[in-house]
């Protein structure tokens, strides 16, 4: 089992970047693969990216190809999501999770590990 935490929130600017961070405590990390969902104030929660136990398959969401990447270093223990040309449609609180799967699945209900989120903001 893994227990997930997330830095890397806040305000930015539209057109902005922000890198998220997922740090994941337990042995057996590169068992799992990772995914990073959000949610909105009165919106379901819903798939933003996900990368699978080796780091060579990666999903994204529609609305955030060509601009958000997904990438991991199992030996850190580490899932970043590097969001570029953020929007105020982004403003969401982001969640990574994992599930014991080799790859990401893009269900929320696939995952059964979560962290606590973390805020961002994208003003215009």
Not at 56 to 71: H, L, P, Q, W
């Amino acid at each position: 089992q893994v227990q997930l935490a997330e830095s890397g929130g806040g305000l930015v600017q539209a057109g902005g970047s922000l890198r998220l961070s997922c740090v994941a405590s337990g042995r057996t990390f590169n068992a799992y693969s990772v995914g990073w969902f959000r949610q909105a104030p009165g919106k379901e929660r819903e798939f933003v990216a996900g990368i699978g136990w080796s780091g060579e398959n990666t999903v994204y969401a529609d609305s955030v190809k060509g601009r958000f990447s997904i990438s991991r270093d199992n030996a850190k223990k580490t899932v970043l999501l590097q969001m570029n040309s953020l929007n105020p449609e982004d403003t969401a609180v982001y969640y990574c999770a994992a599930q014991r799967w080799s790859r990401p699945g893009t269900d929320n209900q696939q995952y059964d590990t979560w962290g606590q989120g973390t805020q961002v903001t994208v003003s215009s």
